[in-house]
């Protein structure tokens, strides 16, 4: 028999067992109910499956148990991402006061559609170069400020700070907190990528989370994130730390790293392998110097040990000879020439001599010239009794003309009578 239970009130509570008793016979009388959605987490253990379903198109999920004796009657192919319908019984625990969805049957829908939405986004900015290896930029050697976006108090905020001071104290960071899953994660970190591209004294920026499920990933695949984060100059680095579903992020980031610990030590050198790959190239440049030097001082003594240089005064014997022999022809030709000089003056000096008037005069020539100084070349010129000069090799002296002694075959009547003066018969 039943006794019927009124309403509680202040006065006259309800007891928790009845209350859970309540709320269990109420959910009991929902029954089996088949709903459509997203398997966005799907694990296994001890035989059962414990996963996660998700609606198509509002932020409504629900959790579901798959035990062991039903798991032989789903497909074995099911994994994360698949669209599915399955027939869920809600299940009150009154013990534990919670609520599960029990899974008899579960089918195969086809792709699910978040996974199709994700997979033409990745299609169209690939089409549009985003994810082209060219366009990525190099990470600076040594930052001295890095940005780090990360959930406040997080395990990857704490390892990227921890190993990046352990590697290089002198480090420093610049971090913003933001939500990293949910429906406020995309916006916030947008802003934050923006908020430190826009420093100048950020060289990196690094995008931190400690891996999750597909569901709480879901931030880093939105498209206003991944293409301001293709958009920023500054080289940003994504450590979202979830290896089987990489988000879209991992595939437009200048670099993409494992986990945020791998984030660090790729991002800030270690200070002791610097100063030991320091102390090798110090090493090899003083093995290369010392080699240069030795063989540059060989090569010098063996250019001090060539006879040129071990004697330079070889360069000026093996050359006086030549010198002497050129000296002496110089001279030979000079004399040769002089010479020559010498018997051509003296054949001018010989024609001259020949030619000269006093020449003649000195083998008793005379020249003789009329009172008016002109010179007599003809005896007619000079008629008898005419004042004459006579120039000898040395001197002069005057004379009177005579009569003009015959030429040769020459009457000398006619010779006399030319010769007489003027007047006379």
């Not at 108090?153 to 704490?158: F, I, L, M, R, V």
């Not at 001071?165 to 970190?189: I, K, M, N, Y």
């Not at 979202?240 to 984030?263: F, M, N, Y």
């Not at 010479?339 to 003056?345: I, Q």
Request: proline fraction near 5%.
């Amino acid at each position: 028999m039943t006794i019927e239970v009124g309403p509680p009130t202040p006065d006259a509570p309800w007891s928790v067992s009845l209350l859970a008793g309540k709320i269990k016979g109420w959910i009991d009388r929902l029954g089996t109910a088949w709903v459509e959605g997203e398997i966005t987490q799907w694990s296994v253990s001890g035989g059962n499956v414990y996963g996660k379903l998700k609606d198509l198109e509002a932020d409504a999920t629900v959790s579901f148990s798959i035990w062991s004796s039903v798991r032989s009657k789903v497909p074995a192919d099911l994994k994360q991402g698949d669209r599915v319908i399955a027939a869920l019984k809600p299940n009150y625990w009154v013990k534990g006061g919670t609520l599960s969805m029990q899974v008899f049957e579960m089918r195969h829908v086809g792709l699910g559609d978040l996974l199709e939405r994700l997979e033409r986004l990745k299609r169209t900015l690939a089409a549009e170069g985003l994810f082209d290896p060219a366009r990525k930029k190099p990470l600076p050697f040594l930052p001295h400020c890095i940005g780090l976006i990360t959930g406040k108090d997080s395990d990857a905020e704490k390892d990227v700070l921890r190993n990046a001071q352990l590697r290089w104290p002198q480090v420093r960071f610049r971090t913003v907190h933001t939500a990293v899953q949910g429906d406020r994660s995309a916006a916030e970190v947008s802003a934050a990528i923006e908020l430190l591209d826009a420093d100048p004294e950020v060289d990196v920026i690094i995008v931190a989370r400690g891996g999750g499920d597909f569901q709480n990933l879901l931030g880093f695949s939105d498209e206003r994130l991944v293409r301001t984060a293709a958009a920023a100059r500054t080289p940003i680095v994504s450590a979202i730390g979830h290896e089987a579903d990489r988000p879209i992020l991992d595939e437009v980031a200048d670099l993409r790293a494992s986990t945020p610990t791998d984030a660090a030590k790729r991002v800030v050198p270690d200070v002791v392998e610097e100063l030991a790959r320091v102390q090798q190239a110090r090493s090899r440049l003083t093995l290369r110097l010392g080699a240069f030097v030795r063989s540059e001082f060989d090569r010098l003594q063996q250019l001090r040990s060539r006879p040129a240089l071990a004697n330079p005064a070889w360069l000026v014997d093996t050359r006086a000879e030549e010198v002497a022999r050129a000296a002496a022809r110089g001279r030979e030709i000079v004399d040769r020439r002089l010479e020559l000089a010498a018997h051509r003056v003296e054949a001018l000096r010989s024609s001259l001599r020949a030619l000269s008037p006093q020449s003649t005069l000195d083998r008793g020539y005379a020249i003789a010239q009329t009172a008016d100084g002109a010179v007599l070349r003809d005896a007619a010129e000079a008629p008898s009794g005419s004042a004459l000069t006579l120039t000898l090799a040395r001197g002069a002296v005057t004379a009177t003309a005579g009569e003009r002694a015959a030429r040769p075959g020459e009457d000398p009547a006619s010779a006399r009578s030319e010769s007489a003066p003027a007047g006379r018969e």
